[in-house]
């Protein structure tokens, strides 16, 4: 959906007129799933471009400020949430304005223990409501990786002239016959680059739980890969409380989205390509 500054600012006018004379103004990196507008200083307002992410509002609505107590990181605290209209048919947030930049390449060591323990946290989480088993709207986080064979499979073929397609078929057997045999714990479910704030160079917030659920959680640990190396790789692993079983799916999760990337792109020679071969000879 086209989500102008002239549709955001009747939304507020129509909806919270107390904020009309904030200034309103779009947030340099928004997004795929959101577009973000900062109101004032202090508040950012979120909508889901498209149907398909509008249901996560209600679920960060409701779940958010009931995680945030056990967590030592912060993440998106609700202000108000806005309501369907004429001008916009889905549910929409405005939250506290979190400060600080998203993770960037290099990592120290530092922040990818601040990571680990962040996801250790947040696993710990006594919660287990059927609102958030994993579902269409979570893309499946928190289920096993087996959902996806068909269509990692059908990457793999596509892209068998790209890549070890022999090796990369064995990472996607040995993921989806392991399993996740206890209770199922909470999940961010979209721990990827843009989603982690840093200040300081340190960890600032976590962001956008719009794929949060309960599961198996695989699915938090492919930053891994498409984000830590080295040392910080190895630091960010040896402080995860998880066994090796789920370290293989975690794998499988990693595989998964940098194959459908690859298939996706034209040029299968780009530089975001070139991330993609980079991610998968990591595994």
């Known amino acids: 959906m086209d989500i102008t500054l002239s549709l955001v600012r009747k939304l507020i006018a129509e909806q919270f007129p107390k904020w009309i004379n904030l200034p309103i103004n779009p947030v ?3 997004g795929i799933d959101n577009r973000m507008f900062r109101l004032g200083d202090d ?4 909508l889901p471009s498209a149907q398909c992410y509008a249901l996560q509002v209600l679920k960060e609505q409701k779940y958010l400020p009931q995680i945030a107590s056990h967590l030592s990181t912060i993440i998106p605290e609700p202000i108000a949430m806005g309501k369907p209209s004429a001008n916009y048919p889905w549910n929409w947030s405005i939250y506290r304005w979190i400060n600080g930049n998203t993770a960037n390449i290099h990592i120290s060591d530092e922040l990818a223990l601040e990571l680990a323990m962040f996801l250790n946290e947040l696993h710990n989480v006594d919660i287990n ?6 579902a269409g709207h979570n893309f499946y986080r928190g289920t096993h990786i087996s959902i996806y064979t068909k269509e990692t499979e059908a990457a793999i073929d596509a892209l068998r ?3 070890d397609a022999k090796r990369v078929a064995m990472i996607w057997k040995n993921a ?3 399993r996740w045999d206890m209770d199922p714990v909470l999940v961010h479910g979209d721990m990827a680059r843009g989603n982690i704030i840093v200040k300081n160079r340190s960890l ?6 719009g794929c949060m659920g309960i599961g198996d959680p695989a699915c938090d640990l492919v930053i891994a890969w498409t984000l830590l190396k080295g040392e910080s790789r190895r630091v960010f692993q040896e402080k995860i409380n998880l066994d090796n079983d789920t370290w293989l799916r975690a794998r499988g ?3 998964w989205k940098a194959l459908i990337t690859l298939v996706e792109l034209e040029d ?3 530089i975001k390509a070139m991330e993609q071969y980079s991610i998968i000879d990591s595994l």
């Open 253 to 255: 999760w990693a595989l």
């Open 161 to 163: 002239d790209f890549i």
């Open 268 to 270: 299968r020679n780009s």
């Open 129 to 134: 409501d059927k609102d958030l088993l994993p």
């Open 176 to 178: 989806i016959s392991s």
């Open 204 to 209: 600032a917030a976590i962001i956008d739980f």
């Open 28 to 30: 340099e990196i928004s």
């Open 43 to 46: 508040m950012v307002i979120r």
